[in-house]
């Protein structure tokens, strides 16, 4: 008999992440498995929960709010920049994601909602925060050994940034490990 998942397992996830409107916003098709420990804090609350209780190969559909996704969208997480702090070779435009770093040094995504002459408006909020997700999910392997632990605060509904993708970007998050 094959075991149900619980907190502390480290298993690995096929998986398709998208938007309530259908846009796929991550997916791990043509990569290896996502491997990661559940109730670790690597991943969203919404994603640990999904996968608790499943077994080896089983595949369901979860809808995740924003409370256990990354959180409401706040409207105040909004940042003026001094246009003359970005280096010239940076083609600013509407839009375009740059990566900040917070007070203690850690990188916080940010996108391009308004350039001026003297100021450059940016977003950090994340950008899935305040979107309800929609992820498919089939457990893949189970029983494995814990990923190695990175000092830092990546992953699903953390705070970091630069999470587990192989170009560096955060992508969903979803994926544990920092840059490393």
């Known amino acids: 008999m094959t075991e149900l998942i619980k907190s ?7 998986y398709t992440g998208k938007i309530e409107n259908g846009e796929v916003f991550d997916t791990s098709e043509g990569k290896t ?3 990661f420990t559940v109730g670790s804090g690597m991943l969203i609350k919404g994603f640990d929960n999904a996968v608790t209780g499943m077994k080896k190969g089983e595949s369901k559909t979860v809808t995740i709010p924003p409370e256990e996704g990354y959180g ?3 409207e105040d997480a909004v940042v003026e920049i001094p246009r003359a702090q970005f ?9 375009l ?16 909602m308004e350039i001026t002459d003297e100021t450059v408006k ?5 950008f899935l925060a305040g979107k309800t997700l929609v992820f498919d999910i089939t457990i893949a392997e189970t029983g494995l050994e814990a ?16 999470c587990g993708t ?15």
């Open 166 to 180: 192989d170009d560096g970007n955060c992508g969903s998050g979803c994926e544990g490990g920092c840059s490393h």
């Open 87 to 95: 280096p010239d070779e940076i083609p600013l435009e509407v839009g």
């Open 122 to 126: 940016m977003d950090i909020n994340h």
């Open 8 to 14: 502390g397992d480290t298993i690995a996830v096929d």
């Open 97 to 112: 994601q740059l990566e900040l770093q917070d007070p203690q040094g850690r990188p916080v995504p940010a996108r391009i």
């Open 147 to 162: 990923p190695p632990a990175h000092d830092c605060g990546c992953g699903c509904g953390s705070d970091g940034g630069n």
């Open 72 to 74: 409401p969208r706040h």
């Open 33 to 35: 498995p996502l491997t």
